[in-house]
């Protein structure tokens, strides 16, 4: 069983940066894909970005291609997600989420979840 707990996240301005973290537990990290999803209010959870194994390979909703970066640290079971050049409509809970397949982009394909965190940003 996979434990996921997410860190980083604040209220920031348009066209700031934030890095969010999540750590995982419970699990051999570097055997899972990793990714980001979020859930804006009043809306269904999003894919945003996935890492595979080693972070050899990536992946990107085409809103964030360009402004945000995944990336892994297997030492350390943490996953992150650089977050630039924040626009009002990145405000959303993000979540951690786990699988053992391939880059999948859709939330029924992860079978482990953080709790989110929320990210605020103002205009």
């Known amino acids: 069983q996979v434990q996921l707990v997410e860190s980083g996240g604040g209220l920031v301005q348009a066209g700031g940066s934030l890095r969010l973290s999540c750590a995982a537990s419970?699990?051999?990290?570097?055997?899972?894909?990793m990714a980001w999803f979020r859930q804006g209010p009043g809306k269904e959870r999003e894919f945003v970005a996935a890492?595979?194994?080693?972070?050899?390979?990536?992946a990107y909703a085409d809103s964030v291609k360009g402004r945000f970066t995944i990336s892994r640290d297997n030492a350390k079971n943490t996953v992150y997600l650089q977050m630039n050049s924040l626009k009002p409509e990145d405000t959303a809970v993000y979540y951690c989420?786990?699988?053992?397949?391939?880059?999948?982009?859709?939330?029924?394909?992860?079978?482990?979840w953080g709790q989110g965190t929320q990210v605020t940003v103002s205009s």
């Open positions: 890492i595979f194994w080693h972070g050899d390979s990536t």
């Open positions: 419970g699990g051999t990290f570097s055997y899972y894909v």
């Open positions: 989420a786990a699988n053992q397949k391939w880059l999948k982009r859709t939330t029924t394909e992860y079978d482990y």
